[in-house]
């Protein structure tokens, strides 16, 4: 019973040290409901550079995505979300109620920009 108890200890231990160790780790999840949208990804740290330059020319915006930070991001005027980024962690914040339904696309658009931009 102990050799099995080992055996499986060891094999966990290795497969999750070889899903981190590649770099391809990627954890993405979205909360759409009446009042707010919510967007949070984790991914490999190797991919913030690439994140970030998409970011910068679809918001015409330079975000430092691997320094911690929190900021409300203009999307057209009247239109706001909240990000909060540091280096492998992405989420991004949405009121729905006070917002417009243009913004919520755009929003929608660009997070699914960013899904595409982190499964390459």
């Known amino acids: ?7 499986i200890a060891i094999l966990f231990t290795a497969l999750s040290f070889g899903c981190h160790s ?3 780790y990627l954890s993405v999840s979205t909360i759409d409901n009446q009042s707010d949208f919510k967007f ?13 330059k998409y970011l910068d020319s679809a918001l015409n ?3 430092p995505l691997d320094q911690n ?3 409300f991001v203009n999307l057209n005027g009247s239109d706001k979300f909240n990000l909060k980024a540091k280096k492998g962690w992405l ?3 949405f009121d729905k109620r006070n917002s417009t339904a243009a913004g919520y696309m755009k929003l929608k658009k ?3 920009g960013i899904k595409k931009k982190l499964t390459k």
């Open 1 to 7: 019973m102990k050799n099995i108890f080992y055996s």
């Open 22 to 24: 590649s770099g391809g």
């Open 40 to 52: 949070e990804a984790n991914y490999a740290d190797s991919k913030t550079d690439k994140l970030e």
């Open 61 to 63: 915006n330079e975000l």
């Open 69 to 71: 930070i929190d900021l």
């Open 91 to 93: 989420e991004i914040n």
């Open 110 to 112: 660009l997070t699914e």
